[in-house]
């Protein structure tokens, strides 16, 4: 149950919103949503505490892209390279932004 407990964490724990849109101030939406899967995850910096990453939503029936954050539950951190929730000693990839 132990090996589980992390994918678990991502459906149970980890799918809150993050609140608050600072970050995303001065942030090109279409630039970073251009050519991205809208299932992946990503990074906009590298700083903090590596829960926080984005993923791309289409906003609506005019083409238009919005980030949709997403922060992991406290004592976790997500791993980008393999899109999960994890404990944080077990995520080595908090400096890299995007799976590719």
């Not at 949503?33 to 995850?41: F, G």
């Not at 949709?68 to 791993?79: H, K, Q, S, Y």
């Not at 999960?84 to 995007?98: A, G, P, R, T």
Request: net charge negative; with cysteine.
């Amino acid at each position: 149950m132990a090996r589980w407990w992390p994918i678990l964490s991502v459906v149970c724990l980890c799918l809150a919103v993050a609140h608050g849109q600072d970050k995303l101030e001065g942030v090109d939406v279409e630039e970073v949503c251009a050519d991205r899967p809208a299932d992946e995850y990503f990074r906009l910096e590298t700083d903090g505490d590596c829960r926080e990453v984005y993923r791309c939503d289409s906003a609506g029936e005019d083409g238009t892209w919005r980030l949709a954050p997403i922060r992991c539950a406290g004592g976790l951190a997500f791993d980008v390279l393999r899109q999960l929730c994890d404990w944080k000693s077990n995520v080595k990839s908090c400096d890299v932004l995007e799976s590719k």
